[in-house]
């Protein structure tokens, strides 16, 4: 039986604060993130981290529940800090995590050993490339992509190869990107404002630039999934910034209309 919403609060909140007990956001952490993001050096890790309970709430209504003894599998590609990881492990689910933490030295060694004490399997192979095929023998029942189609510079059609082979026969992948339609981002056009990444981010980052490349609209996440060849079963469109009343009467269309809204994730199947 599925948590119900404050109780998942509740436990993402403790997974977090695990995570972050081991791997503190400091400014050596934040100098390493910016060497390939410039804009990482100010970023307000733990403001994310914190909102994305919601980003995690919304993905965890779309996991199949384990039922008649059979632990459902998940592969988490870009997990990042494995907050989304963990909380899924703890959830009763069989987590991989996969991460390119080799991109960081060694400012993830204790997370990533925290995350294997947990029973989570982590990797560290970069699924947006071409694998050999001996790294892609394990199946899943859930792939998670979430925030990072949007860092790709690059076509993705690697990824999605990948991800079809590990993809379990009656599996499903679930994609996460940033609304290029966010209500608040037409607002910035009105005013004459970019809402691309400062261009002093991407003269300042070393190459491969991992900021936002390429933002999604609805019709393209429906493109894509035509492409990929995969079948859409489900959209869902939600916020995670707009905190203060305030904030939501400026901007009342993204609570409305779905495509005003944040973030978009979709559920897609064979």
């Not at 679930?174 to 004459?192: A, D, H, S």
């Amino acid at each position: 039986m599925k948590l119900k919403k404050q109780e998942f609060k509740k436990l993402y909140v403790k997974c977090l604060n695990d995570i972050l007990h081991i791997r503190p956001i400091d400014q050596q952490l934040r100098d390493v993130l910016a060497i390939y993001e410039y804009g990482y050096k100010d970023y307000n890790f733990r403001y994310y981290l914190e909102r994305s309970w919601i980003r995690a709430w919304q993905v965890y209504k779309l996991l199949p529940d384990n039922v008649d003894n059979k632990t459902i599998k998940i592969l988490d590609i870009g997990s990042f800090f494995g907050n989304f990881a963990l909380c899924f492990k703890r959830l009763g689910y069989d987590v991989t995590a996969d991460e390119v933490y080799s991109y960081y030295g060694n400012t993830f060694v204790k997370l990533r050993a925290f995350l294997e004490q947990e029973g989570i399997k982590v990797l560290d192979e970069d699924f947006t490339i071409s694998l050999p095929e001996t790294l892609l023998q394990d199946k899943y029942d859930v792939i998670l992509c979430l925030a990072v189609l949007e860092h790709l510079a690059y076509s993705p059609e690697p990824l999605f190869n990948n991800i079809k082979k590990v993809m379990a026969l009656n599996g499903c992948l679930i994609l996460e990107v940033p609304n290029l339609t966010y209500w608040c981002k037409r607002m910035q056009l009105l005013k004459g404002m970019s809402i691309l990444t400062p261009i002093e981010f991407i003269y300042k980052s070393k190459t491969p630039y991992m900021g936002h490349n390429h933002e999604y609209t609805e019709q393209e996440l429906k493109s894509l999934s035509q492409l990929v060849g995969l079948n859409i079963e489900q959209f869902v469109f939600y916020n995670y910034s707009l905190v203060s009343l305030r904030a939501k009467f400026i901007n009342m269309p993204a609570l409305l209309f779905n495509n005003c809204k944040e973030i978009i994730a979709v559920k897609l199947k064979r």
